[in-house]
């Protein structure tokens, strides 16, 4: 297991860590490719639309674990609740959009499995994801 603690923003090396553990416990390239692109898309959303309680922002802790063929990926925050699962599903868009933004949910929700959320103790957001071997 690996687990790491950074500020809200600042979150390249943690993605570097993330990803030279789970290559070194075997994990396939599409399957690592995924996992980069949630955490990433996630802990940018955060840094961008999180909202936390005035002072500095606590650190975000990320635990990531890889056994049988499963990334499992287990984020806590101090921002306000967000439930991704009960986001709605964007639109798709049309050749006619030109609009930047407001898919990055939808393509977390296509490349991993939202486990869980739940609203902790202390008032940390703690979500839980699952990444399997195979096409995404």
């Known amino acids: ?31 690592l490719y995924r996992a980069r692109l949630v955490l990433d898309e996630l ?28 990334v499992e990926l287990v984020l806590e925050d101090g921002a306000e609740p967000f439930d991704p699962r009960a986001a709605p599903t964007p639109a798709a868009p049309s050749l006619d959009d030109d609009r930047v933004g407001g898919l990055g949910l939808a393509l977390v929700r296509r490349m991993a499995e939202i486990r869980d959320y739940r609203r902790l103790p202390g008032g940390r957001n703690r979500i839980e994801l699952v990444i399997a071997a195979g096409p995404g």
């Open 1 to 31: 297991m690996l687990e790491l603690r950074f500020p809200p923003g600042e979150h390249a090396a943690a993605l570097e860590q993330a990803e030279a553990f789970l290559a070194g416990r075997g994990t396939g390239a599409a399957q």
């Open 43 to 70: 802990l940018a959303n955060l840094a961008m639309h999180g909202r936390f309680p005035p002072g500095p922002p606590p650190p975000v802790r990320l635990e990531v674990v890889a056994a049988g063929g499963v």
